[in-house]
């Protein structure tokens, strides 16, 4: 019988703590249990990423006692846990709740500053391969594929995917700019002036119908524009949207294009 102990050690200002994250037992070998499973390294990333949360958070938390005026130690009103979502699980963080400085000028009479440092509650890493793999495939086929591969919440559901994805798109589309009815910029003599482009451009637009979410007659259908850009060089991008619902969509094929390199002087 063979015993592996994995720990990790934290060391903060000096400060030395060590903690056990994992032990692996194993007999004698075979081709099924050479190395880790899946199922073990999910713990043991798992268990790693509390140990490094929790000493993170603390740390910070401590970091951050002082008011920001006068740098008196702020009092404490207790803990409570914040939840995290990040891509090796879902962790409890005890986050403290202090009372504002009298200097400070506000009515609120305690507040979180971890809670306030981490409002979404979800790691980015997170969000982006929900998002990415809910754009790709079913929400219920994103579920199950980070189930797979990564220790994410078991209670991870579609719900949840929808509403991330909702969150990230609201974000993307509060990031474009202004609607124009045309997005010629300049006149002749100046797109002389531009260096010649090299690039050239194939941009694809179809469209569909898609029947509503909720499935019932009343809801009925609604048409989605999707299309590609792809230039000589560098990666094609996608764009879609809803025709009765966006606002932007010069804008949104505009930014695509010009994020690709297209100039005013673009000949092909």
């Not at 200002?13 to 060590?18: F, K, P």
């Not at 060089?233 to 009765?244: E, H, N, P, T, V």
Request: aromatic residues 6%; proline residues 3%; charged residues 25%.
């Amino acid at each position: 019988m063979m015993n592996m102990t994995i720990m990790i050690r934290v060391m903060i200002d000096g400060v030395e703590s060590v903690e056990q994250v994992a032990e692996i037992q194993r007999d004698d070998l075979k081709s099924g249990n050479i190395g880790m499973n899946i199922e073990e390294a999910k713990s043991i990333l798992g268990s790693i990423q509390t140990t490094m949360v929790t000493a993170q958070a603390s740390n910070w938390m401590e970091e951050h006692r002082r008011c920001g005026k006068c740098d008196a130690e702020l009092r404490c009103n207790g803990h409570h846990a914040i939840v995290l979502r990040s891509v090796f699980g879902k962790m409890n963080i005890k986050s403290q709740r202090l009372y504002r400085c009298s200097c400070d000028g506000t009515t609120r009479a305690s507040f979180s500053p971890l809670a306030e440092l981490l409002p979404e509650r979800s790691t980015p890493e997170l969000t982006y391969l929900e998002t990415k793999w809910a754009s790709l495939m079913s929400y219920g086929m994103t579920i199950n594929l980070l189930k797979d591969v990564l220790p994410v919440s078991k209670d991870l559901s579609t719900t949840a995917i929808r509403q991330t994805v909702a969150r990230v798109t609201q974000r993307l589309d509060g990031e474009l700019g202004k609607e124009q009815y045309a997005f010629i910029e300049g006149t002749p003599n100046d797109w002389q002036a531009l260096p010649d482009s090299p690039e050239s451009f194939v941009v694809g637009i179809d469209g569909g119908y898609v029947h509503a979410r909720n499935g019932t007659r009343k809801d009925g259908w609604f048409e989605v524009i999707v299309g590609k850009s792809i230039p000589t060089a560098g990666d094609a991008k996608c764009f879609g949207f809803i025709s009765r619902l966006d606002t932007k969509p010069k804008r949104r094929l505009h930014d695509i294009l010009a994020s690709q390199g297209l100039q005013m002087n673009q000949s092909r």
